[in-house]
């Protein structure tokens, strides 16, 4: 079946960078938009950006922008999200979640990882 | 950038019908997808494209769009609807924005 699984909680200090593994498995690795969306302690959901297979684009929200990578490794089928710079804002659970295309919705989300940002 | 507007809280005594809305300028030219989500657990689709029910999704849920506002609506509500609901769009600069979520609550 489709899954997507991610790597495990990390903790990190400020100023550190962060990069969380989302490996796909049960679809077509190169036909379907990665997303990562992340959601703080009590709060709602925040879509960081998209890795788009097709030509490797990608696009990021502004409030990441210059902060924010998204590779791929095609070999792994895994999508790679890394956030720099990181304050104890960024504490929260990261998804990687498929994406159909653009305009549509999100139908498969991995189980999360936990970042947590602290001195 | 596309702001998309929801209640904090619904409640609903079991058994009746909740409706959540969300709110967002011309919302009724954008497709809306609506997600559950159960503590600590990951978002669930539930309704895509308006009012598309995926594989799985009791015909219980349904969803409508008009004007400046889209509708979540959960029939004969039950227990185990207690959730987050959060709708979805694309905004005009292909980014994808989240409402900030309603907690629905069954009495």
């Known amino acids: 079946q489709v899954q997507l699984l991610q790597s495990g909680a990390e903790v990190k200090k400020p100023g550190a960078s962060v990069k969380v593994s989302c490996k796909a498995s049960?679809?077509?690795?190169?036909?379907?938009?990665m997303h990562w969306v992340r959601q703080a302690p009590g709060q709602g959901l925040e879509w960081m950006g998209l890795?788009?297979?097709?030509?490797?684009?990608?696009n990021f929200a502004q409030k990441f922008q210059g902060r924010v990578a998204m590779t791929r490794d095609t070999s792994t089928s895994t999508v790679y999200m890394e956030l720099r710079s990181l304050k104890s804002e960024d504490t929260a659970v990261y998804y990687c979640?498929?994406?159909?295309?653009?305009?549509?919705?999100?139908?498969?989300w991995g189980q999360g990882t936990l970042v947590t940002v602290s001195s | 950038s596309y702001v998309l507007t929801q209640p904090p809280s619904v409640s609903v005594a079991p058994g009746k019908t909740a409706r959540i809305t969300c709110g967002g300028n011309n919302i009724g030219t954008k497709s809306v997808h609506w997600y559950q989500q159960k503590p600590g657990q990951a978002p669930v689709l539930v309704i895509n494209y308006d009012s598309d029910r995926p594989s799985g999704i009791p015909e219980r849920f349904s969803g409508s769009n008009s004007g400046n506002t889209a509708t979540l609506t959960i029939s004969r509500v039950e227990a185990a609807d207690e959730a987050d609901y959060y709708c979805q769009v694309w905004d005009t600069s292909s980014d994808v924005v989240f409402g900030g979520g309603t907690k629905l609550t069954v009495l």
């Open positions: 049960g679809y077509t690795f190169n036909i379907y938009y």
């Open positions: 979640a498929r994406g159909i295309g653009s305009g549509s919705h999100i139908d498969v």
């Open positions: 890795f788009n297979p097709s030509g490797s684009r990608t």
